[in-house]
């Protein structure tokens, strides 16, 4: 038996699938030698005798082969991941007569009658009626279990926000309103109809308390005036964070917690991290073993209690939280920024004026859509979850392991679904199921059809009952991602408007964290903007200087690039799980520092281009896959990108003494020559940090008021130390 078709139809309603199948579709009339018999899953269609033989398929010689085999194809349908799947298979070796332009016409068929379909979520009248009576219609297993969350209706309505201002992003990315407003001419006597007063009461004014809130306590603790803005109550979160001891160390060496502090937060480490892609359908050179990364995640953190720790460090610094408070809209002027945003419980407006705005408010910063309206973000993965208090029952998963990323089945509905599972405190268990996805008006992703999809195939990826489990809060957001071919194509500053984290969107194209991205490279972020602070030099020229742009990583892009379904197009179902498969052996190939390495951000040149040629040699068609997938226009970006990292590992090379030199020249240079200080810190950190090199005995920060604070390789660090790996039970 030789199986000769297998597609993906982008449908969960399998029943008119086949009811299709069975009763509707015809053949050409040219085709009457065929005969079609109904079966439960599908059809067998049946060839008659007198038309096996032609001029291409002549009597066999062999008295064994066709004559001793049905002359039939048998199709069959089935479901799983609210996707139906198609497969075709003959009983004998050779090919039928018109066999080719059987399956030809059938595929025709079934993706003229079951096109690509990409539902939009109605609109929503919050004073008429409940966000849950209003989506049950459309996504009731989301509603039903929402419905179990202590905070469901409140997280459900954040859900539905945050999907209609991405699309409208998305689908109007050339004309975002302004709100960051320069300050001249007429604009400048509105803005002073909003100010309080001629000075600047702070020098940092944060708005975003998620991944602002870690920076902002940095800074505060560094003898600057902070002022954290946040939209939801401080400590709210809608995400959970992982992170590995070794990245978490610089939080401690820059003095946000101790060591002991540290401890605290942790709601669990565990064992083993497990990557594993679906390979069923895979050919033999796209599968793989399950590739072990110890390292890497390994620490949830409980992002609460977390958040509620730096907001702590925060107000004792003397900073300031306002939460519940929106903004509006900011006016710069040469001296100072003013901030309008509005207190959401009382609707009153609140005014701040602040030497500096750092935008920290993620995928839907209007800033960041503003400052790149006409190419904001190349990619973005819709993730949507859960946390769990309990409910599995004994023996489906032991909490000693996570999965770092898995898939269970094929392309579902064009997007290739991907599962994270991470255990958390007691009985804990958070869950993020997303996709990388073509940012793209027709289809901009949906949270909601995610959300749906997550409820029905959570039982399919691992066992449970869901009405047996108990739900603590749900995890959902768009994470943005955006193709850098060199470290200043992407606009993360403005005169006094600076953006980190997922609103800079220059992190990992492959693991996709704010979170992780920001730790890894706050020491050189506070370092530069400590630098350009104490010396006023706030105008975007020196702004877009402060990055976390890493050469190495923005070479990357392709990769995520291979695991995307363009918007309205078919591939074969197992495309993608057959690229990771492929990326994933090699990595498992490699020695276990390298691929940690390689998914913290981390890997070299030298690495980088072995495993790709690697790759090539294991799996010759992916070159292939990836010119249909990815594109000439956007192979000819990547080779720009390839030759800048090429460029920035030469220059790392030659010049790996200038960081050096830098330090010793700081003393007399700094002072006569801010500026050219300032060029050559960032230049310092682009051949460290910005290759995957991060030199901890470099960092320097001094701040306003403290003294000197050097980052030493000598300080007690927290150390990754590999545990006994094992295979994942499923």
Known sequence: MREVLYIEIPTSDIAAV????????????????????VTPDGCRLRFFKNARRSATHPEPTNPQSIDRLPLELSIFTWTVQRTTYLKAF??????????????????????????????EPPKVDLTQTSIFEALAPYYPKTVKHFRAMPQGEYDLTRVYWWEQRWREGVRNPTVPKPVVIKAEGQEAKTAKNVQTSESAPYDLIYVGGALGVVHAAIMAQLGYRVLLIERLPFGRMNREWNISRNEFQTLIDLGLFTPAEFESVIGREYTDGFNKFFDANNPPQAKAPTLHTPLVLNVAIDAELFLKLCGEKLQRAGGEIWDETEFLQAYVYTDRIVIQTVHLPDQLDRIATGRLLIDAMGTASPIAWQLNGGRAFDSVCPTVGAVIDDGFEPGVWDSQYGDVLNSHGDISRGRQLIWELFPGRDKELTFYLFHYHQVHPENPGSLLEMYEDFFTILPEYRRCDLNKLRWKKATFGYIPGYFSIRGNDRRTGFDRVLAIGDAASLQSPL???????L????PRLTDLLDTALRHDLLQAPYLNQIRAYQSNVAVTWLFSKGMMVPTQQFLPPERVNAMLNTFFWVLGSESPQVADDFIKDRAGWIPFNRMALKAAVKNPALLLWIWEMAGLQNLLRWVGSYLTFTI????????GWLPDLARWAQSWLEPRNPKLWFWLLTQSYVLTYGVGNPRADFVKITGRSNPAVMLSLSLPEIRDIPPKQVEPEQ
């Open 18 to 37: 086949r009811q299709w199948l069975q009763h509707e579709f015809r053949f050409e009339q040219k085709l009457h030698s065929v005969e079609k018999h």
């Open 90 to 119: 003959r009983w004998a070796e050779q090919p039928l007569p018109r066999e080719q332009q059987i399956l030809r016409q059938l595929v025709q068929s079934v993706r003229s009658k079951f096109p690509h379909y990409y539902p």
């Open 511 to 517: 693991i996709f964290t704010g979170f992780g991205s």
């Open 519 to 522: 730790v890894r490279n706050l």
């Open 648 to 655: 920035m590992a030469v220059m790392g090379w030659l010049f």
